[in-house]
């Protein structure tokens, strides 16, 4: 008989009155893979329009343009993939032919130039962060020299009331 305590709520089988009663034990829970790093959307969206914009300027740039597509030098599904990959897995630049299974003239013609879109974003990212960093420091200073004023003037009026009334008392 498969039962289950009410105290602990484990399950058994055997009866409820008997000693030789067997313990189930739930199957282990799987755990979830590690997912790898992935950039955040915003980086993503922002990321993908440069791509977006590269392609459409290196398409019009052609002399191959009447035959050449887009998806010829990077289709849309390209460029999700790369706009995922966190900055640490893209070391070089042949890196994105083995990661978009692309041909070795394919990686000639623009991973090069892929990978360059790709380091140029990032050390962009890095300086607005930086920027971001300098002007929220900046903002806490401001706040605290803002707060310190108002503490001074109000200690400054609280004197001067005190002297005051120590005057009209004369």
Known sequence: MLYQDAET???FYGAQDES???????PPKEKRKAQDKQRTPDERKSLASR?????YQEHANSP???VLSLSSILDDASINTLSKLHPEHITDYRQIRVLLDQTTEWEES???KIFDIIRQFDQDLA???QTAATQTKT???RAKVAQEDCIGFEEATKENEVYEQAMSIM
């Open 9 to 11: 709520g484990y399950l």
């Open 20 to 26: 030789d009663r067997t313990k189930i034990l739930p």
């Open 51 to 55: 791509f977006f914009a590269w392609r």
């Open 64 to 66: 191959l343009a009447p």
């Open 110 to 112: 623009w991973s090069k």
């Open 127 to 129: 300086g607005c962060r």
């Open 139 to 141: 903002r806490r200073k």
